[in-house]
Each structure stands twice: as C-alpha cells, then as structure tokens.
C-alpha cells in the first residue's frame, strides 16, 4: 500500500532571489513538504525544486518589471 495518509516530516526552504539582478534581493521563500515517496536528497527531485523556484522568481520579477513600467507611463502622461 502507498503510506498517502502519512503527514509531511520534512521540508526543503528555498530562497525566491531576483535572476535579472546582480544583488541578493530576496523575493520571498518557497517551503515544500518532503514526500514520504521520494526523498528530498535525491537529486533529480531537488533539482526540479529548484527549477520552480527559479520560475517563481522569474514570474514575480517579471511582475515587478510591469508594474514599474506602468507606473513610469503614467508619470510622463501626467507631465504632458
């Protein structure tokens, strides 16, 4: 049988960090469970972690990015 009722007992933290910029800027911290099934040492499974929270910071920096240039157009509208 497949032990799905047993709770998380373990978790990996992984920094959410800005990849455009050179500084450490943190963005936020993902948490994620560790899987009775698969174990958090093994790599293939840490490296598709890392990939998510490589794609998370990238959305969240892509975001701000928007946002910035929102703000800077209505700026120089209000200027005209």
């Known amino acids: ?9 373990h978790a990996k933290m992984i920094a959410l960090s800005n990849p455009k910029k ?10 994620f469970g560790q ?4 174990p958090l040492e093994e790599s293939s499974y840490s490296t598709f ?3 998510i929270a490589a794609q998370i910071g ?3 920096t892509n975001a701000q990015a ?11 509208q209000q200027l005209d």
């Open 49 to 51: 972690l890392n990939m």
């Open 22 to 31: 050179t500084t450490n800027d943190l963005l936020g911290v993902l948490i």
């Open 1 to 9: 049988t497949v032990p799905f009722d047993k709770p998380c007992s």
């Open 66 to 76: 928007a946002k910035a240039e929102k703000e800077r157009l209505i700026a120089l």
């Open 35 to 38: 899987s009775v099934l698969i």
């Open 58 to 60: 990238n959305s969240i």
